[in-house]
């Protein structure tokens, strides 16, 4: 039989307030604020005044641990008993805020506790355990600290290979599955002898098939963004429903920040994210920093963060990758919605109000909402220009677009936001796949969830500089291919379980996108050929309706792009942008570059995370509301 | 600070992708499939009775002499206008089954030109009514059902007025979208929308509401441009189409109308010939006059949008590549109806239903002077046909 210790006697303690007036820890001023704000939010005191930096966490606790008559311990500087925590799940200790510190002499278990340690709970720890426990305070970020420290690997095996273990085939650890490989050899042997046997047949084929899959891919992307602007006027969240929004139904809001070699935008963050119109206590900021990058820790610590922020030691290990890092936040994450930010990101304030709306009102299969994404530096030079020119109708017309025909919506790489315990049954995100946002998307709309669009705006930092430019792309691309290969695994019961529509729609989308980039250059090749030497002289490698086929959709598939892209800057009211769409054939050369490397990566380096600097913006003090 | 006059427009064309009538899409086929029936009907008869249009023939045999997957590239010459030459191949029947094509496509125009009428508040009976107008008259019969390329211009160029109408006063880009491409795809079923497209793009240069910012400059250039891209760029798209695979820039658009650029007796008289033409045109629509009136009277700028469709009715007619005298006065009385303002007073109501009769009037005076081919067509149609007496 489990026996208990007796725990520590909690007398009627003075109110915490009082308590820290008492110590010259707050003033009276401060507290009047303090309980006005708990009024409304329901909150409790001590999360409000740590929040607010009135008083330090330390310090609450300590006077918490007073009142509750119970000795207070610095798990900081206190080594745990790791054997202790052999049959216990983290994922509870975090969410109960407890951990076993040591043995003592007497054979009971010593307990910290974040939480008042009444008789209740310390049975229940005793039970959990099967020993004796005798429980004293400490806070909640030692709690979560030690957790991380003496978990690192159950975390990291998690983040890493959760996903793989549960369930294989959603995972792109394994690039191509046996069925996928005897399939890509049976085509490229069959093309290969094709060529052989029959060259200007296979030849003509083979253009006809490029300038079509071209035109047809193209098609589909502007049809979709004519469905979308249907919706310019349909605001998904209305100021109003926002404000209706009392602090008190407010949940707790985990927001994800991972970070690598950031450390120029790290202090920008802080204040980007002071804007948001939510209760700081009701917040938990987790900057997720990988464990060799020194460099953004000092930066951030430099930057003194508010309490609501905790620095995250991602632990190290391969793959080194965003979604590992972010796959290690849903693991301490205790907020009930959880949303992805990057470093130089700058949310509209009112944006996790709009996502809750927006969570209200769809049902429970909705796992995601995916806000819009758009730059500050647009102007900064012509990358940027076309950047935006790209994103704007991507994410004004493309996924509401999307969302209006019942189509999978691949995510943005920020600013998804989650109902966290939905995200943790899809599996979290891939840590071997370099666009886990897209894939996540797609795998919701595989297992049945659904993924929602709302208007509101993240502004981010446009890639300004052209290597950087294509790093980044060949990373998105790759991501796109790898995502089309997982999902294509078994395409028949992909069919069976979102049907027909969708199942095109994913691979027109995912598929298609790489596609179009790879189908560019030989499509420019033909032009070129038609215009330097004419169609007469190919015409025995390149019939008349061949050329006639390719320069066709080139043509129409290029103007149909542009006139996207136009529309896209107008709606955002970026008039100026409107004649730079002109430049879009060329802006889908450098995709082109980037979409070949990204093939060749896929051979030989499926996995490997190619960094995008950010903070090379010269344009600091741009501003989004003013393009 | 946008002016009184467009809040008059504001509601009346941001409703019109919110609301629409009737409100199912079930509801809308429905309408335009009943309204389509006896256009089909009569187009059925008046093949029986008065052969294949001449029109709607041309256009099969052109669409059928095309062997685009053949070796030979000179066919893109003979290839214009592609869109109405690729529903000539792709639709059976020939020139008859042009005419059915075309009697299916009443019940499309019919039934969103009442539809624009009825959220600017007008009523069922009115706005059947003043839609009767135009199609019930022998121009409309003759355009519908004999010459189907005219036709379908006809109907974008209504849609694409419709749009740039909620695009200019509203800035509502899905709009915008159905103003260029309307306007794109009519001119690539007749060269004679080119002009109305660049009309099209310069009204959102004046007719705009009123800023002198420097942003309201830059908009209303992005405006034009995204107005005017489709047109051009499917026009350039295909001269370098049949300049590379034919060797000439404009033979195919020469050769759709062989006027093109001639101008005979010289710049002006030409031009002056073009004005009396369509001058005399105005007398079939005096629905547009009424229009423009009441336009001016409320926003002068406004009534730019009249004088900009008369403008390229006089262009086209000048340059070479005009619209069919029927067609043009059908155009007109479709563009009178989308323009026409919310709200009028009694006093232009009274105008406006006196003009409506005039113009129905007029329609069938068409049987005795002026518009040759329809009086020559419907006098066939009703002497030798069942209708005879």
């Known amino acids: 039989m489990t026996t208990v210790a007796a725990p520590p006697l909690v007398r009627r303690a003075e109110p915490l307030g009082t308590s820290l007036i008492e110590r010259g820890l707050l003033t009276h001023a401060e507290l009047e604020w303090a309980l006005g704000v708990q009024r409304g939010t329901g909150s409790r005191l001590g999360s409000i005044l740590i929040a607010a930096g009135l008083v330090r966490r330390l310090d609450v606790y300590r006077v918490l641990s007073e009142s509750w008559n119970c000795p207070f311990v610095d798990l900081t500087v206190t080594s745990i008993d790791r054997t202790l925590l052999t049959r216990l799940d983290p994922h509870r200790l975090a969410a109960e805020l407890w951990i076993p510190v040591q043995r003592l002499a007497d054979g009971s278990v010593l307990i910290a506790t974040a939480e008042r340690p009444e008789r209740g709970r310390a049975q229940y720890i005793a039970a959990s355990l099967g020993l004796p426990v005798r429980l004293v305070a400490t806070t909640d970020w030692d709690i979560r600290r030690a957790i991380g420290q003496c978990f690192a690997e159950v975390i990291l095996d998690e983040a890493t290979l959760g996903l793989w273990r549960r369930d294989e085939d959603h995972s792109a650890r394994r690039v191509l599955s046996t069925v996928q490989a005897v399939v890509a050899i049976a085509v490229l042997v069959l093309t290969a002898e094709a060529f052989l046997l029959a060259p200007i047949g296979s030849t003509v084929i083979l253009s006809a098939v490029i300038g079509v899959g071209f035109l047809v891919s193209v098609s589909f992307k502007f049809i979709v963004c004519m469905v979308g602007s249907r919706y310019e006027y349909a605001e998904s969240v209305s100021r109003q429903e926002i404000e209706a929004l009392t602090d008190a139904e407010l949940p707790l809001y985990t927001i994800l920040v991972p970070a690598y070699h950031e450390a120029n935008v790290v202090g920008a963050l802080m204040q980007n994210l002071s804007r948001l119109e939510y209760p700081p206590d009701k917040l938990e900021i987790l900057l997720l920093l990988e464990a060799d990058d020194e460099e953004t820790r000092q930066a951030a610590i430099a930057a003194r963060p508010p309490e609501t922020v905790t620095i995250v030691t991602v632990p190290p ?180 379980s979102t049907g027909w529509t969708k199942t095109l729609g994913f691979a027109l989308l995912v598929g298609g996108t790489p596609l179009s980039f790879l189908l560019v250059p030989p499509l420019y090749v033909l032009f070129a050929i038609t215009m330097i030497v004419g169609p007469k002289s190919v015409a025995r490698f390149f019939p008349g309706w061949v050329l006639w086929v390719s320069v066709a959709c080139l043509i129409v598939g290029n103007a149909m792009m542009i006139y996207v892209s136009m529309m896209g800057v107008f709606k955002r009211r970026r008039y100026r942008l409107v004649l730079w769409a002109f430049a879009n054939p060329l802006y889908w050369l450098l995709h082109s570059v980037a979409a070949y490397k990204a093939l060749w990566q896929l051979v030989v380096k499926p996995h490997y995370w190619e960094k995008t600097e950010h903070g090379l913006t010269s344009d600091i003090a741009a501003r989004p509301d003013l393009p | 600070m946008a002016s009184p006059a467009t809040s008059l427009h504001a509601p009346t064309f941001l409703r019109w992708r919110t609301e629409r009538w009737p409100r199912t899409n079930w509801g809308r086929w429905s309408v335009r499939l009943a309204v389509a029936v006896p256009f089909v009907a009569l187009a059925d008869l008046a093949n029986t009775t008065t052969g294949p249009s001449v029109a709607n023939d041309l256009l099969h045999r052109q669409a059928a002499s095309l062997h685009w997957a053949s070796g030979q590239l000179g066919w893109v010459a003979h290839a214009y206008p592609p869109v109405t030459i690729a529903v000539a191949r792709l639709f059976p029947g020939g020139a008859q089954g042009l005419a059915i094509a075309g009697g299916l496509c009443t019940g499309i125009l019919i039934q969103l030109t009442i539809e624009r009428l009825m959220l600017r508040a007008v009523s069922v009976l009115a706005a059947v009514l003043l839609t009767a107008a135009v199609a019930l008259t022998p121009a409309f019969w003759f355009v519908a059902t004999q010459d189907f390329s005219a036709f379908l211009t006809l109907i974008l160029l209504s849609v694409a007025l419709t749009g740039l109408l909620d695009f200019t006063y509203n800035r509502s880009t899905e709009s915008g979208f159905i103003a260029g491409i309307g306007f794109g795809l009519a001119t690539m079923c007749d060269l004679a929308a080119l002009p109305f497209a660049v009309a099209g793009a310069l009204a959102t240069l004046f007719v705009a509401p009123q800023a002198k910012a420097v942003r309201e400059v830059a908009r209303r250039r992005a405006a034009a441009t995204v107005v005017l891209f489709p047109s051009a760029a499917a026009l350039a798209g295909w001269a370098f189409l049949q300049w590379r695979f034919s060797g000439s820039w404009t033979r195919s658009f020469s050769s759709t109308d062989p006027g093109l650029l001639r101008f005979p007796g010289g710049l002006w008289i030409s031009l002056a010939r073009a004005a009396s033409s369509v001058g005399h045109d105005l007398v079939f629509a005096p629905v547009l006059v009424v229009a423009a009136v009441v336009l001016y009277s409320r926003r002068p700028s406004s009534a730019m949008a009249c004088l900009a469709f008369v403008g390229c009715a006089i262009v086209d007619l000048w340059v070479g590549a005009p619209l069919s005298g029927p067609t043009m006065v059908v155009l007109l009385g479709v563009v009178a109806l989308a323009l026409l303002p919310a709200r009028l007073t009694t006093s232009e109501q009274v105008a406006l239903w006196a003009c409506v009769a005039l113009q129905v009037a007029a329609a069938f005076g068409v049987l005795h002077f002026g518009l040759a081919p329809v009086a020559d067509w419907t006098h066939r149609l009703f002497s030798i046909g069942p209708l005879a007496h």
């Open chain 1, 317 to 496: 290990g391969q793959p080194q990758t965003k979604p590992k890092a972010c796959n290690v936040g849903l693991f301490l994450a205790r907020g009930e919605f959880l949303v992805i930010y990057d470093a130089e990101d700058r949310p509209e304030p009112d944006q996790l109000k709009a996502a809750l709306v927006a969570f209200g009102r769809a049902d429970e299969r909705q796992v995601c909402v995916q806000a819009a994404l758009n730059y500050f530096n647009a102007g900064e030079n012509a990358l940027t220009k076309m950047f935006t020119l790209e994103y704007s109708f991507w994410f004004d017309y493309m996924l509401p677009g999307l969302e209006a025909m019942r189509l999978p919506i691949p995510l943005g790489g920020t600013s998804n936001h989650f109902r966290t315990d939905a995200l943790r049954r899809l599996g979290g995100w891939d840590p071997f796949n370099v666009t886990e946002d897209a894939d996540l998307g797609i795998r919701s709309a595989a297992l049945g969830e659904t993924v929602g669009v709302i208007s509101s705006t993240t502004f981010e930092e446009a890639n300004s500089a052209y290597g950087n430019f294509i790093r980044q792309r060949s990373r998105w691309i790759k991501g796109y291919l790898q995502t089309t290969l997982v999902h294509l695994r078994h395409p028949v019961e992909l069919v069976r």
